[in-house]
């Protein structure tokens, strides 16, 4: 698993940032966004295997902010999965896999182009915020892949960011998606299209793309499992 250095002081980070190519340190700053649209829409699906048992899982479509773009994706089912671009290809409600991220009960994949550093916060039911900053939380979800653009341009797959609960039962409740575009990284980036897939119980509830600006923080969308 790829994640960002975690800080044992300040300065520690500054000094590395500064070294890493000119990244400024990261900071949460508070937007506030208009509360999301009402979605009068909802899925049943099946989850599960031999060992964990069989459930159900009900997920209402999410709801998402002003400004968000709903791809109308067209899989085909057998096809190959195209890696890194945050969308189902295949239609077997995973995003992305084959390609070095994990799936799960829920799986939430953010992806972009260009050299922005763009971060996915995930908050689960109860509060807990799964992220670069706290790669696991209590209630099984992980972050299992940090992309940091060109902030950290050697690495592969650099523009993708994945959150996912492997669990059979995952909490049920509310969950918010949100990203933050924390820096150009002196690639004049600009402002970044940030494309979302959310799957839950091996359905893909929806995919969306929201033009970010430099140092735009937003709450994207939510959906509410049970």
Not at 15 to 28: D, E, S
Not at 149 to 171: D, F, I, K, L, M
Request: proline fraction near 5%; aromatic fraction near 6%.
């Amino acid at each position: 698993m790829t994640s960002k250095t975690h800080l044992i002081t300040q300065a520690a980070v500054v000094g590395a940032l500064l070294a890493a190519g000119g990244c400024h340190v990261r900071g949460r700053a508070t937007i506030h966004t208009p509360p999301p649209p009402q979605v009068q829409a909802s899925v049943t699906v099946q989850q599960g295997s031999a060992q964990q048992g069989t459930t159900v899982v009900q997920a209402a479509a999410p709801q998402t902010v002003q400004g968000v773009t709903v791809i109308e994706t067209a899989c085909t089912q057998g096809a190959a999965e195209v890696c890194n671009n945050g969308i189902d290809d295949n239609c077997n409600g995973q995003i992305d896999e084959g390609c070095g991220y994990s799936s799960g009960n829920i799986q939430v994949t953010l992806a972009w182009q260009g050299g922005a550093d763009i971060d996915l916060y995930v908050t689960d039911p109860a509060g807990d915020v799964v992220s670069f900053q706290t790669p696991q939380i209590a209630s099984g979800g992980h972050l299992d892949h940090d992309g940091r653009g060109a902030c950290r341009s050697n690495e592969q797959a650099n523009t993708v960011e994945n959150v996912y609960w492997a669990s059979a039962s995952p909490p049920s409740g509310n969950y918010q998606v949100e990203l933050h575009y924390y820096g150009e990284c002196n690639s004049n980036a600009g402002p970044t299209t940030a494309t979302v897939s959310v799957s839950v119980g091996g359905q893909v509830l929806g995919a969306y793309n929201y033009v970010l600006a430099p140092e735009q923080r937003v709450t994207l969308l939510t959906f509410p499992i049970q």
